[in-house]
Structure formats: C-alpha cells, structure tokens
C-alpha cells in the first residue's frame, strides 16, 4: 500500500504569498473603490528588451524548418550559451570558469530547491535569517530539517544565521558546524549585501570546515557599489568551496520566460568523486534542457544592445528603488537595501509585528507589501517593499505611506 | 564536512546513448566516407507547424509590450491551457477530469522522474521489463531501489515485470505487490499496447493493493487501433489510483520546446491527504511555471488547424513506422510495434546480443539503432528502431538493413 512522503506534511499550512494574496483579495471585495498598490512579490513589470524580442523571433523562425529545427537539447545547454556566459559573467571578472562548468536551467527557483538532491540525507544545513523561503523548504521535503516548532518557526535541525540591524545584516560564522551554507547576495530579502572582504572569509571558512556555499546570486544585476563581487569566484578558494546559482529574471525581466544556470566547479570534491560529476548526471535524468528559443534569447542579454538595453532597465527599477528609499528615511522610518538590490527592508515602527504593520498599510495606504516574519524568525519586526512595480505607481505608494 | 549523495554513487556508469554516440563517433572517425542513418534516439526531425509558429510568434510579441507582458506563471500551468488540456484529452473521452487536476510542467521526462518524490522511501516501485531507464534511475537516487547486480543488471528491491514475444509484451501481475506501478503505454521501447480490458486490470489491481499506477501516455498521438485507451481514465475506478503523465514531444514535435503536464485526481487519497496536494506544494516549492510563450503554442496544438497540421506529422512519422516494420519483415525479422507507437522493437536474429547486433548494424549497413539490453534485462536479444527520420533516410535504412 503506498504511503506518502511524510516530510511534505511536516511543512507549514499557508504559504506566505498565498496569505498575502488572500488578505489583499478580501480587502477588495471590501473596497472594491480603492486601487490597492503591490510592491510585494518580486515579479517584475517592464516589458522583454527589444534585443530579446528579436532573438525570440528569429530562434522561433528556426523551429519552422527542417533545416535549422532544434530538438532535444544537450542536457547541460547549448554550447554558445555557456560559452558566452563564462566569458561575460565570470572570466571578464578574472574568475576562473569554463563553459563546461556551467549548467543551464529553467531557473534559479528550480536549481536552489533540487541542488541539495546530490548532498547526503545527513548534511546540515545553514541559512541565514531571514531568508528566501525556497532553502529551507527544500530540505524539509528532504527530510534533512528535523521538527518544526510553530510557535518559533524554528527547525530543529537547521543552523540558523540571524541578519538584523544590529549585525548591519552581516551573518557571524555559525558555532555549530554546516555542511551546507546557503548565501544569497545581494540579498534577498534585506537588500544588503556584503564585501568581497566579508564574502572571502566565508570561502575561507567553508574550505577550513568541509563546507560547500551554495551561493544565490539572482540579484547580482543590481550591484552598484565598488568593493561587492558580481561571483563568488572573485574569491581566492571558491573554486574548492561553491557553488554559484544565477538567473536571468532580474536582469532580464525573464521571470515568465524562464531562463538560470548554476555553477559547478570542477575543483568541489568528496573522496575524489567531483560534485560536477553528480549534478550532471541529476541533469541527464531528470531534466531535458532549456528551450532552444530560450537560449537563444539568453544569449542576447550578453550582446552590445543587450547590455546597454538591460543597464536600463535594471536602472528604471534601482530608481524605484530609490524613490522608496529616500520616500521612507524622510517619512521617518529606518530603511536599509535598495542600493545594490531592489529590496528595500524597513523597521516596522512603534513595534509593530510584521503582519500589524502589513494590515496597517493595506487598510490605511492601500499599498501591499512583504511581512518580514514570513522569511524567518529574525525577519519579525520588518517588511520588505520591492522596487519591480511601475515608476508611477512607486511613487504613488510612497506618497501614501508619508500620508500616514 | 559535507558528504555526497551515495545512491547517485550506485548508478550504474555508462548510459545508454552516450555509450552509442562513442561507438557512432568512433566508427564515422575510421570511415569518414560512409554516411550513417541514426534511428536510434527518440528525437523528432521534422519542423513545427505553422500553427505552432505562428502561436509563439504573437505571444512573443506579448512579451514586448508593457500591457500585455506576462511575468511568473500560476505554479500549476495557465488555466487557458489547463481548461484546453482538460476539455479534449480527457472530457471528449468521456473520462473525468477537471482542469485543476491538471499541473503543466516542461516536459514529462521531469515529471517523470520526480513524482517519486511525493511518496514514502520505503514504498517498493515496480516496472516493465524492459522499461524507459528514468523510471528506475530516478528512483535508485532516491536511495529505493537497493543494490545493482551488475551482471543481471537487476535491482535487489526492483519488482520487474519481463514483457517479451512470450506473453506478447503484456505484462502479468506481480507476484510482490508493489506499491507504485509504472506502466507506459504505448510503450516506449517495445511499441506495444494494452488494450482497454487489460488496462482495467491494472486498474482493478492497484485499487485493492492499494498501490498508485504512475501512466506515462507521452506515445498517445500515435495510438491507430481501436480499443486502445488514449489516456488511463477510460478505465473505471483509475481515478482513485492513477497519475497520468503527458508529453508534448512527440504529438507536436516539441523535444526542443519543452512542455508536457501531469494528471492527479483528487481522489488518490492517504490517510485524508491528496496527493494532488503535496504535488501542489512541489510545484509551488521547487517549479516556477513553463513559459507563457510555450504555454500559447501548448495551446494551439488543440487548434482546429493545430490539429489538422499535427495529425498528418504524426502520419509522416507512421508512415516510416510502417515502412521500418515492412521492410524487416520481407527481410525475415521478427517484428513487433509501429502501428500504435513509433517504435519497432525486434528480436535480433542468429542469437546474437542487443550490442553484437548493434555492431553488426553500425559496421556493415551503417545504420544505428539503440541496443534493447540497454532498457533492462528482459531487452537482451532486442533491438528498437525509431520512425522519427526523415522519409528518405528511413527508406535507405531500411534498404541496407535488407542487403545485408
């Protein structure tokens, strides 16, 4: 008689954006007179840059003849891409990685939930707090995360690394021991970010203990300031150590069109068995590669018109994301991000918890934002606003908070 | 210190097509002159149809303009698609299923492969034999499938099920209950069929053990008899025992596209919890939606034009099967599949193994096929040939496989 894989039912009922969406519904069935404003859930808004258009259409033109149709993929992803991707992304930085070190996806989503596949049952996993929920999720179905206690929100089995204001959201090395630490910088949710200086002492750390770093850099686009690495690799010894997850729907606005790699060095072994060896065989069975279409358009993001298309872009929503910043630090709140990524992370005020605050702003601005608590335990007083809504409705939001 | 996966350490080495590509290379290397004709991998040839084309071109078109871009996906597919899907793969069948029993995905090699997922480690899988090797890969790195022996190329917790020209390709039932049933049909490789009475069989069984049927119907379209079943919930009482899966690759020729979904009726039920649920919160965890373009094309296939164009490039394909079948037959082979599937399975002549045959093929016809041995051990003395070439090719294969 089949049974069930009983880690699913240890995971919490409601999902944070499900709650989110179902609050905002009711409020509108209410209101149905008020126009609520989202800078919650960070999907962007802008349109696909004309670069990417065209290659679209041109790959999509190859699929109707024999002669230039594509089937299957090759499981790692076409070679003109990884070429390109290397090239532009890690080698023009001075980091050391080859194209057949890079794995094409449907997204960094995908990558950050199944990388943990190819790890032992045993392993213990770090995340920093708060947190993108995907990492700890993942390894719940895992069954890698012990017992969870509501009350808390903390699993047992799971090394928790608090980020708060008080830690300038720079997390201290863990005293218990991980096998697995997951980073993401820029920083999902707290929008802050750390230096090559800060990242190397986690390589350091990471090959001192056994360590892997699986390292999120979705947001990497949005790095501003000198001083922050674009890779991981731009660290001496990340080769031993990391492992990189990218994805174009930041950069790109490809959050509908599906597109994200993730980096493997050759260099991460166990008992001389190469984790590269391990992921490209997870690829080989369980995956089928990236549309051809899709690829192709990937590569475009890399071209002169490209690039100078997407620069602006990624500047239409960093001046969003400025709008919010400085709308909010003259309304009196304390905000951090928003400078090298499109979140911005505020202080609840007067004590609020998260959720009081959410409530607050959906019913008295009619703006709709991310409770902090929803990331994690250490996220409880905070709430994430996102620069990916339009120029117009931004400032129209900010206007509303300072009216409060 | 982090620790592999080991399962992923107990797969076997070599697969199956990289294994024929090296042998392929090999041979084009030391004859340079002679030009091979593959009907070895499953890989469609010809081109998309105009409909599809011209589907992907206007939703690209979408994706460029500011009101109608298209950002994250629903988790479970565009209710456009699922309410298509819904209305004329299973309503027009008269099988009942309703359109958020529906999860679209990228394609049904994944779904394939990681709906094991959602069910207990300890639950025993049991398979065909020979059989799609995703089905047992993807469970040996599950860690279910206990040790390889590496001279019968059997699972010690494998239950298989032989399927050969002595019981005509239809399996009996186990004699260990299993508590998950793969069965595909058409079946991938032999090209054989259960007709609907023994199909409700299979259904009749896994309702009083209690086991869950996972159906892979990817061959679907090229189902030419009558009494064969188009999707499993023909059958009576299969919608509290299987999962379907589904494919777009071979009905639309979308191996290179990607898209394909997967059918969970809320009625397979464990202790009050639905399936259905936890492959809900998998797709919502791990997944972000197939892209909004291939979702429209997805959509087109059920066109009144979709189709007509999609039927006669199934035809095109047939037609090879059937000049593959024909051919060996005048040739004095023994022969099976080719009328409700694209593939010819056929027992390789003079006692000669899957890989002598194999051999035999490359070097003196010039023609590659794939080794049955290589879909498990049952497939030792078998050989499948694919219809997806082209015409032509297909016709001089056939020819040097008869001159020789």
Known sequence: MFQLNDN????PGSYLFSTIGKKVREYQAAHPDQKVISLGIGDVTQPLAPVIIDALHRAVDEMGHRETFHGYAPDLGYEFLRTTIAKHDFQARGADISADEIFISDGAKCDCSNIQEIFSQDNTIAVCDPVYPVY???NVMAGRTGTYDPQSGVWSDVIYMPCTMDNDFV?????????????????NPTGSTLTKDQLQVWVDYANRVGAVILFDAAYEAY???ENVPHTIYECEGARTCAIEMRSFSKNAGFTGVRLGFTVIPKDIQR?????????????????????YIIQRAGEAVYSPEGKEQLTKQVAYYMNNAAVIKEGLCKAGYRVSGGVNAPYIWMKTPDGMTSWQFFDELLNKANV????GSGFGPSGEGYFRLTAFGTYESTLEAVRRIQRL
């Open 223 to 225: 790095i501003s300031e």
């Open 8 to 11: 699913y039912l240890k995971l």
């Open 271 to 291: 008992d001389g068995v190469a984790l590269h060896a391990l992921w490209a065989r997870r690829h080989g069975t369980k995956y089928n590669g990236a549309p």
């Open 171 to 187: 997390p201290e090395l863990p005293k218990k021991t991980p096998d697995l630490i997951y980073l993401c910088y820029p920083n």
């Open 136 to 138: 700890v999720d993942s």
């Open 368 to 371: 709709v934002g991310t409770p």
